[in-house]
């Protein structure tokens, strides 16, 4: 017995050894561990395109033609109508072709028609006219009244005021 202990005792050193080795890499959030840190200790910040900035090999006007045809595809969808109006700002400086293009649109084409509204009083919403976004939302809402999205919409307005009963109204 006497020989064999040194042995358990060197066999349960490195047991506990290699457990404390493995320890280290443990990850209670999962198994995905952490890229090394920057030799600076600082992290180094990805560099991102500019927002408002074409693709390289795409134009501006590209751009303004492709989120056109998602704000009329998805007219209750906020993120289309905001990249469409960063565009235009970023173009022109101001959202005055925006409202003039979807004008057109709105008095032009049938199928269209009412997203290019619907997308109208979004505008109206981002230049701060929220009174006559309202009213477009309400022309929208009674013009289709199985969509949700004018009565969500300009629900959001209301509470934005701080109006809760009239946003539950809307809604």
Known sequence: ??????LVVA???IALSSAAWGADDFDPGGRRKQAPAHPTGRATPRARPASSAPRPGQAPSALIARYTALVLAQ????????RLAELYRAR???LDALVADLGA???GDERNGWAARLALAGVAALEGKLDEAVVAYDAAAAERPSDPAPRLA???IVERRGDAAGARARH
């Open 105 to 107: 649109a709105a008095a």
């Open 75 to 82: 007219p209750g969808s906020p993120f289309p109508l905001e």
């Open 154 to 156: 300009a629900a959001r």
């Open 92 to 94: 022109d400086g101001k």
């Open 1 to 6: 017995m006497r020989g064999r202990l040194p």
């Open 11 to 13: 066999l349960a050193a």
